[in-house]
């Protein structure tokens, strides 16, 4: 059966801190990984990764894929209240548009 | 350009009764699917549209229905509710069928069955 597994659940951290959230899957058909944020409403895109070892930058915000190991990392530097969220990572199968998604990462930064 | 959109945003039904949500994609996006959002089981796939046809189902029950239009446009169909309905359903669309595209979220439609 398709998974996907973050993380950690959740996280508390103070501003300034820097993160470190974890994704790895067991998929058959991967096509790519996706990484959404989601606040109290629809998640937001943020990175999608199909190429290993290409770090994708936004921001404070960096990602990569490790497609050998079957997994992937969100870094969050300098971390801000606004980044309090529930961060997905969703892997894209070969069969259209099914998304197979993570528990999340609940994150919280105290200021 | 203007999102996804989901409608209605809140919705109150009762066991057994239906219920239709709707969603309109991103003008120019052809794909649409369905997920269903849950504090146990977090996001699930139900279904995709293209073109009017559903290219994929997830492990849902035959109660759960949709269709797309010929406007890309897509409802999404629960028949008989159960309390296990309960649930934040999302809509994403992408622009082609193509699997490299990133999905869209509309900002879900909150239905509580009683």
């Known amino acids: 059966e398709d998974k996907v597994v973050q993380s950690p659940l959740s996280l508390v951290v103070h501003e300034g801190d820097t993160v470190t959230l974890n994704c790895s899957y067991e998929?058959?058909?991967?096509?790519?990984l996706l990484w959404y944020k989601q606040e109290k409403k629809a998640p937001t895109f943020l990175f999608m990764l199909?190429?290993?070892?290409i770090e994708k930058k936004s921001g404070r915000l960096s990602s990569i894929l490790d497609k050998k190991e079957l997994f992937s990392i969100l870094n969050i530097t300098a971390t801000q209240t606004g980044d309090s969220a529930i961060y997905l990572c969703?892997?894209?199968?070969?069969?259209?548009?099914?998304?197979?998604f993570g528990q999340g990462t609940e994150l919280s930064v105290k200021p | 350009k203007a999102g996804v959109t989901q409608t209605p945003r809140y919705l109150i039904k009762t066991r057994g009764q239906q219920v239709t949500l709707s969603c309109s994609p991103i003008?120019?996006?052809?794909?649409v699917s369905w997920y269903q959002q849950t504090p146990g089981q977090g996001l699930q796939f139900l279904f995709e549209?293209?073109?009017?046809?559903?290219?994929n189902k997830g492990n849902f029950p035959g109660r759960f229905s949709g269709r797309q239009f010929s406007n890309s446009r897509s409802e999404m169909n629960v028949s008989t509710l159960e309390l296990g309905d309960s649930a934040l359903y999302l809509c994403?669309?992408?622009?082609?069928?193509?699997?490299?595209?990133?999905?869209?979220f509309g900002p879900g439609t909150r239905l509580t069955v009683l």
């Open positions: 969703a892997v894209l199968l070969n069969q259209g548009g099914k998304l197979i």
């Open positions: 549209y293209f073109s009017e046809t559903q290219r």
């Open positions: 994403a669309s992408r622009p082609r069928g193509g699997s490299t595209d990133t999905q869209y």
């Open positions: 998929v058959t058909n991967f096509r790519s």
């Open positions: 199909t190429s290993s070892g």
């Open positions: 003008s120019g996006h052809r794909s």
